[in-house]
């Protein structure tokens, strides 16, 4: 009897020590699975800031939402960004999932982006206003500019742990229907953002593209002196 | 005597005390006109990143040199960008001030920017290929892309403390011939970047100027649900 006891006492300690242990690899391979997703690919030639070699378009996302507040810290560092005569051409014009437009907004994306886009919290519409200055002269640099704030925009939101995911593959005629944007404005680019979710709720296809991009070197795009690019 | 001596002790801590006093009021003084030249005007809505708001176009510079590893670090920035397909369309061209191209180079700005571009360590061109992928399409987004890009080569400028003042004040189509840059190509901005100086070496009206502008708020430029500028 009391040899039978000891044995069933060991057989569940047995069990105990495998069952921390799986875990304990479950974790490790979860780990491993992570880190390949989020820093594969991405080598430093020289150092940089960490939020902005971290900062990437995913398109996994968990369909939550965002506060007000975590939104508006978003605008607020687009806010910052420079601009001939702090002109501040860009626009921005959002729309939430709790909203009544929501639905139509996602539609204007091109379906292949709505697959992953129907997760997002939010979804951002980024404008540029086209003059400057009280004589309305055409400017140069009002994409560019804009372009600047939304980085911003970008890296905040990465640094939130958001997903903060530019696109240009949406209807850009119906867009400026749709939200009656007259032509001294230009679309620039839609903002998908949302929390981040789990990479394997994504189509097949997508989720091969779940991991961080590389880049060209910098010699491929720098250039001392002279102009010399081999494109 | 023994009188005599403490008196002596007494009046040297006297002096010793106001000596520490004076050094901490020096520091407090320049702590203010840095702040005051630094940190002026900025009140942010909401949380952000320091980087993002401390990020400004000063004009002050020292005529120091900067070294290679510090300018490669801000392309190492640039390249981190976000563009369609990765397209990563922007290229930069920079003259430093020792190469034999600097003072044509820097006969590109117009004279107000020359005042005090002449005391930058490096001129950067950026320019953006208008055209994406093997037919050839232009592109919606370069200039957009090419200013995402500029934005985190400024951030990563402001957090290594270099000066990096991006200027449209400058002959485009004089820099266009001067480094033989093709029709395939738009120039976007030039960048002067330099070490840090004294305000006071500026130009009275210069030196007015040199401190951080302010912006408009949220509530004028982002619109929920529905486009309504009131430009």
Redesign the interface.
């Known amino acids: 009897m009391k040899a039978l006891l000891i044995k069933n006492y060991i057989f569940f300690l047995i069990l105990l020590l495998s069952l921390i242990f799986a875990i304990f690899c479950i974790k490790k391979l979860a780990n491993f699975y992570q880190n390949k997703n989020h820093i594969s690919n991405?080598k430093?030639?020289?150092?940089?800031?960490d939020?902005?070699?971290n900062?990437?378009?995913s398109r996994a996302m968990s369909g939550q939402e965002i506060s007000d507040?975590e939104l508006?810290?978003l605008?607020?560092?687009a806010?910052?960004?420079?601009s001939?005569f702090?002109n501040?051409p860009?626009?921005?014009?959002?729309?939430?999932r709790d909203?009544?437009?929501w639905q139509d907004a996602l539609s204007l994306l091109y379906p292949g982006n709505r697959l992953w886009s129907k997760d997002a919290a939010v979804l951002v519409l980024a404008?540029s206003?086209k003059y400057s200055g009280p004589d309305k002269k055409l400017s140069?640099?009002h994409?560019?500019?804009?372009?600047?704030?939304?980085?911003?925009l970008?890296?905040?939101g990465c640094?939130m742990g958001l997903v903060v995911h530019?696109v240009?593959?949406f209807d850009?005629e119906k867009t400026r229907e749709f939200?009656?944007?007259d032509p001294?404005?230009d679309i620039?680019?839609m903002y998908v953002i949302g929390k981040p979710g789990n990479p394997e709720s994504l189509p097949q296809n997508l989720r091969k593209l779940e991991q961080k991009?590389s880049?060209?070197t910098?010699a491929q795009?720098?250039?001392?002196?002279?102009?010399n690019?081999k494109?």
């Open positions: 991405r430093s030639e020289y150092p940089v800031l939020v902005i070699i900062r990437w378009s507040q508006m810290s605008f607020e560092a806010k910052w960004a420079p001939p702090n501040q860009w626009r921005f014009i959002y729309v939430k909203s009544l437009k404008l206003y140069r640099t994409s560019f500019d804009t372009g600047g704030a939304c980085q911003n970008a890296i905040q640094y530019p240009e593959g850009y939200f009656k944007i001294n404005y620039e680019v991009s880049r060209k910098i795009f720098v250039f001392k002196d002279e102009f690019d494109i």
